[in-house]
């Protein structure tokens, strides 16, 4: 499973970089937007500064959402660098558009992606990547992974060349839960990244081994 940092903070970005670890970095308006970026060619430089700092997939989404604007911004976006992914909402629209990036070789991220249906849709239209929301899911006391492994299941048995990127992750179990359930790629936050490395019996175990080595000395 690949690994994706979900955000726009260039700090976070470096740190996760530097574990060695990523492979690609997704961003939303949201999160855009917390980093201060306004403005067409701010939000530009930004993507590029992300894109020369990881050498991965960078997942930047327009903001329009008609079927000629989401054209008409994805391919300014994709202009910005080859590692651009073009991110579009599951909406009638976006499917419309994601089919004409997928015609002219443009890659695409389907964002909002809540159920099995959205997702076929998606793949259809040759969406490189689905981003079904699985902590905004369980927010709702549903199951998210289990969402996941569903769309997993179907694109197998169909064949769908869609990457299943599990998206709107809360916590490391998400990710060793989406691991589990066969997701291609994971988009998580630093802390979930981090949260992977806790472990009460390593911290004692490094504890223990330090104050040995002192004897070994
Ligand atoms: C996905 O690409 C989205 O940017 C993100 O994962 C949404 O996460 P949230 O539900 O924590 O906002």
Redesign the pocket.
Known sequence: MKFFI?TANLAQIQEANDLGILDGV???P??MAKEGIKGTEAIAAHYKTICEMVDGPV?A?VLGTTFEGIVEEGKNLAAIHPNIVV?VPMIKDGIKAIKWFTDHGIKT?C?LVFSAGQAILAAKAGATFV?P?I??ID?GSWDGVQLIEQIVNIYNTQGYMTEV?A????NPLHIVRCAEAGADVC?C?LSSILGLLKHPLTDIGLQQFLTDAKAMQ
């Open positions: 979900d997704t961003t939303n949201t999160l997942s989404e991110k991220n964002t981003s929301f902590g905004r927010d990127l998206a709107s992750i809360r988009t936050p």
